[in-house]
């Protein structure tokens, strides 16, 4: 028999079976969030780019590297509302329009985006050529200006977001621009080093103005409240104030370090600027004199404002806000406090959302939710790079950077076994039996561990790269490993064999699910992009006669097609539990041999070249993945940074794709994901330095 002929046979076989197995689906499945842990104030997950006080006085609005903007109350630093739009990238300028209703937020998108304060809505969008950076209100309410990566300044018209004119002329990002002479010009400062003044209504460039020594980059242009005068701040380490008909400079003053944003204070008393070197400035707006150093407590503050009354000074310190009294340069602590660590990097939950493990740097903690005397907290001498509970709940496992596991009992934390591997263990996994654990990450490999002793089993090897996701069957029995390799491979955790290979494009994988019941697969590639295996689930027989297996098989040999293709669904019909009576069957029959494979394929559901399939785009893109214990959906994390939500979705065998359940938005950015072991609870580490508990609902 060809090869073709056997090739011919298999795709026969398969599309016969499908019609004949039964699909099952899934109810309803809502993931609640029961709380969220480390909440304090002003907490952004990346550093932040502006800060703007709302015309109310109570609320102040900042941007940041995290892709959102987010609106707080100044007094207790509680999130108001956080804004963001898939795919926008880091948000940079912001400005309230409308006394307040309405804002305006820059994006590395290309994109300016006029938010609805109250509710969020995108009312219009406005699209650069280059990074959108910094904005500029016209006195009028009707129009504004925009600048970009692409050199230029863009007038837009706001209600409608028609192009009305672009200022062209420089020869490298435009970092900022300010509106001056009651609407009339307009004055904008960029990475060429120079500043330019423009007519608004015509687009001419009035004059451009350059030092020597150049001034290096130029960061912020602020105007003082009359607009007669404006500072500005550059790479050149000076904070300088000119007046803006001549452009004439009228005083500079050196800082400590390099500046990179400046602010005047509402009623023209100050001029305050943050430096490299840890501290808030304040200068005389007339003289240039520095009146006051602040010290912060960190040493990154990039933007800075005044209150609406000029008494306080709110700056952002790397991804939080500060607020200082500008008489005093006490601190003002918010009633909600500010973090006390830098957040979470793993974390397992315990049956029942009962106990929450996570880890941080080179320590862990035991939450324990019913019992707080029971909380603990360890120390290490290496960072944790993983953690993982056994299905029970009694043993966790722990992971470490230069390849070290440790297995201890959850009752007393007694150390059960140290295994020493080579490379980072960057993933954990217990088999269902306990007396096993699964590892893998650095060295291109997974590898099977026997706890009692700490014995080397083997090593699921063959990867050319580093692995970053492996799934578990739910039965401990099969083994998918994803690699930066781009490739997707399956093993029999029993023998240790490769079962199939499958290679993905160009795409860079993120995360795999492996749901048991469907006996499906889905892999995210860090793109919009969903794929997935989609296999139907197999009706199998409780009780299998060895002797009704035998006479099937050799049917397989039979010259009629009809009862070969009856025997072949049959034995697919008995499931898993077949394949080791048809692997110890001795035949000299290729035919029978090559039958045989093609039933063992369809009951693992083994890979093959065209296996994965896109069956779903989505608005932004998948990262990680986690499966459901039960085997019936999984969970992604869609989006990045302080923008991701939780995404939860399900095989559709009927349509032989997916279908999305739910989206949460907690506001918090997810990171990573990790299911209890009985599949009640989700726990996720986030991008804001908290972790959140979500109890999971079936209906």
Partial sequence: ????????????????CISVLSWSWLGAVILKELETYGVTSFQHAGSVSEVVCHPNGIHVLSSSRDQCVRLWEIKSGKLVRRFTVPGCGDMWGIRFLKKGKEFLAASSSNDIFRFEVATGKVLQKYSHSGTAFRLALLPDGKSFIGTDGKNTAVLWETATGKRLRTFSGHTKDVYTAIVVNDGKTLITGSEDKSIK???????????????????????????????????????????????????????????????EVVAWAPDGSLIASTSGDGKLYLFHPKTGKVVKKIKTVQRSHTPITFSNDSKFIISGGDSILHIHNVE?????????????????????????????????????????????????????????????????????????????????????????????????????????????LVAGGGKNRVTLWEIKGGKRVRDFAGHTDDVVAFALSKDGELLMTLSRDRSIRSWSVIAGEQLAEFRLGKERPRGIAYLDSGRSLVISTNSKDVLARILPE????????????????????????????????????????????????????????????????????SLSRNAFKKVASLD????????????????????????????????????????????????????????????????????????????????
């Fill in 1 to 16: 028999m060809s090869f073709s002929r056997y090739l011919n046979h298999v795709r026969l076989f398969v599309c016969l």
């Fill in 538 to 605: 197999i009706q199998v027989e409780e009780v299998i006669d060895n002797a009704v297996v035998l006479k099937l098989i050799k049917q397989l040999a039979d010259d009629r097609f009809f009862k070969r293709q009856e025997a072949m669904e049959k034995l697919a019909g008995f499931g898993k539990a077949v394949i080791p009576m048809a692997e110890a069957i001795e035949t000299e029959d290729p035919e029978v041999e090559y039958r045989l494979v093609g039933v063992r394929d369809t009951i693992r559901g």
């Fill in 197 to 259: 003044q423009w007519n608004i209504a015509t687009g001419e460039c009035l004059k451009t103005i350059v030092d020597k020594p150049a001034y290096g980059d130029v960061f912020t242009l602020a105007a003082a409240p009359d607009k007669k005068r404006f500072a500005m701040v550059c790479d050149g380490g000076y904070v300088r104030v000119f007046d803006s008909a001549t452009l004439k400079e009228i005083w500079k003053t050196k800082l400590g370090k390099e500046g």
């Fill in 328 to 436: 005093s340069g006490e601190r003002i602590k918010p009633e909600m406090g500010y973090p006390d660590s830098e957040g979470y990097d793993h974390l397992t939950v315990g049956l029942a959302g009962s106990r929450v493990y996570f880890a941080n740097g080179s320590s862990w903690q035991v939450l324990d939710r019913e019992n707080p005397e029971a909380n603990r907290k360890f120390t290490e001498n290496q960072t944790v790079t993983s953690i993982a509970l056994s299905n029970s709940g009694d043993f966790i496992a722990i992971g470490f950077e230069r390849g070290q596991i440790k297995v201890l009992d959850t009752r007393e934390f007694e150390l059960l076994t140290s295994i020493a591997v080579k490379g980072s263990v960057n993933g954990l996994a217990f088999l269902p039996d306990e007396k096993r």
């Fill in 620 to 699: 932004d893109n998948l990262g990680v993945l986690a499966t459901d214990p039960l085997g019936e959906f999984w969970v992604g994390k869609i989006g990045d940074k302080g923008a991701s939500r939780l995404l939860i979705g399900a095989v559709d065998h009927e349509s032989k794709g997916i279908k999305i359940l739910q989206t949460i938005d907690n506001n918090h950015g997810c990171q990573q994901l990790s299911f209890s072991r009985d599949g009640s609870h989700l726990g996720t580490v986030n991008a804001d330095g908290t972790y959140s508990l979500f109890k999971v609902i079936r209906e």
